[in-house]
């Protein structure tokens, strides 16, 4: 069926250090891949997305590639600030299902 | 712009008591969407109205009913609420519910208490 898998939080980082956040994901097809972000106390925000094979998205810094030979879709920051501080979501969009599936969503915390 | 927003932010029920969760969005977005979250569960999807008269189950349907009042408004409600439907529920909304997958608005949540 369709899931996706991501790293296991929480991950603190001191500010302008390196982030990689890992995704991996099992779907028919080649879905859209998207990350999400939830800031404390707000509802989800779309932070990049990715329609097909060894598309690079991007947005704030943040990056990710959809790699169709690993199945994954890694989010990646050089150097993060303290207000990056959030829950990341990994999704991707099944066009069989018609719905998006999330990941467990990994907490990131940065501290000055 | 208010986007999507949700009411009530904060409730708590008695077990077998009955709410409804409101939902609106003034984007003129054809499809809507219910989710839950849980701890360690990232979030899955309750209910979807891919437009204005149509409601489909999604991952975790059971114990929920949906509305699909008009274009702007689609509802949520638990008939006889259970300590398992504590959680906090989303509310999104997108242009159109197929494709390569719209980008989704969500609301702020409701998080809701079933003692």
């Known amino acids: 069926g369709n899931s996706v898998t991501q790293m296991e939080g929480p991950v603190t980082l001191s500010e302008e250090a390196f982030l990689t956040i890992n995704c991996t994901y099992t779907?028919?097809?080649?879905?859209?891949l998207f990350w999400y972000v939830q800031y404390p106390g707000e509802g989800l925000q779309l932070l990049l997305k990715?329609?097909?094979?060894?598309d690079k998205g991007s947005n704030k810094g943040f990056e990710a590639t959809y790699r169709k030979e690993t199945t994954s879709f890694h989010l990646e920051k050089g150097s993060v600030q303290v207000s990056d501080s959030a829950v990341y979501f990994c999704?991707?969009?099944?066009?069989?299902?018609?719905?998006?599936?999330f990941g467990s969503g990994t907490q990131l915390t940065v501290l000055p | 712009n208010a986007g999507v927003t949700q009411t009530p932010k904060f409730q708590v029920l008695k077990t077998g008591q009955s709410m409804t969760l409101q939902c609106a969005q003034d984007?003129?977005?054809?499809?809507m969407y219910w989710y839950r979250q849980d701890p360690g569960m990232g979030l899955r999807l309750i209910y979807y109205?891919?437009?204005?008269?149509?409601?489909d189950k999604g991952e975790v349907p059971n114990g929920y009913n949906v509305s699909r009042l008009n274009k702007r408004e689609f509802s949520l409600r638990l008939e006889s609420a259970a300590p398992s439907q504590t959680s906090v529920y989303f509310c999104?909304?997108?242009?159109?519910?197929?494709?390569?997958?719209?980008?989704?608005?969500f609301g702020s949540g409701t998080q809701l208490s079933v003692l």
């Open positions: 999104a909304s997108s242009e159109a519910g197929g494709g390569s997958g719209e980008k989704l608005f």
């Open positions: 779907a028919t097809g080649y879905p859209s």
């Open positions: 990715a329609t097909k094979a060894d």
């Open positions: 999704a991707h969009f099944s066009g069989s299902a018609r719905q998006l599936t």
């Open positions: 984007m003129n977005h054809n499809s």
């Open positions: 109205s891919a437009s204005e008269g149509t409601t």
